[in-house]
């Protein structure tokens, strides 16, 4: 199932809706104010998915000021009550998935205890959440092995990973296609978008010189595995999905 996130209008989105059959990624409950007045957000954002034609929703969680792997324990306390927000939000909305991001820096974090300490939050955040699939996204992460580690220190059926090709190409050293190889069996979801392996500019495959096309071929579409088009412009989220289309 392919997803187009939510960064372009109501309107452009339910013309992909439409067009393509394309599912929603709504970042509407990653922002601190829309928690801040969960219920009320939670019933404008059902009347945009009617509006929008779908019932195929997944979320992005909040990833500004919070961190999963804070040391700092009032940090982790409001990292796990905006994730639980935002979880609710899921859960009400009948989202199939949320996405989080790994929390990784490597210019303030050592890699040493990062992937053990990360894992902790996960699994008492994880203690009793089975209804919703959780997927940690990579973003400046340098190491794809350090994702793998806190995935299996985890060790829930509904924790996975999100593989964030774009970030992968201009964060790390290492080729996407090795993060695509390595983590395939346990990514069920995958952010789209290009760039030139110097900033993350979120725009159409074939505008950059990322390899989509190999580092997908180790991420065939299976039972669980999602998709979705990231980018905020209307051509470079056109040329997304006519890429995954004609690859199909």
Known sequence: MQYVSHLIPDEDMKKFAEKYDVGVESIDFSISDNLD???????????KMEYMGTNQLILHGPFLDVNPCAYDSLVRKATMTRFSQCYEAGLTLGAKKIVFHSGMNPYVYYKQGWAEHTAAFWQ??????????????????????????VYRRVGKPNFKLCLDIGHAHCYS?????TW???LAPYVSHVHIHD????????V???????PWREALSFLPENESRTWTVECMENEDVEMCLKALSDEA
């Open 37 to 47: 007045d969960l219920s009320q957000s939670i019933e404008k954002y059902r009347e």
């Open 124 to 149: 008492e955040f994880m203690e009793d959440r089975t209804e919703i699939e959780i997927v940690l996204e990579n973003v400046f992460d340098d190491d794809w092995e350090l994702l793998m580690d």
């Open 173 to 177: 050293s290492v080729d996407v296609r």
């Open 180 to 182: 695509a190889k390595n």
């Open 195 to 202: 760039n030139h392996g110097d900033r993350d500019s979120h």
């Open 204 to 210: 159409g495959l074939g505008k950059g010189n990322l």
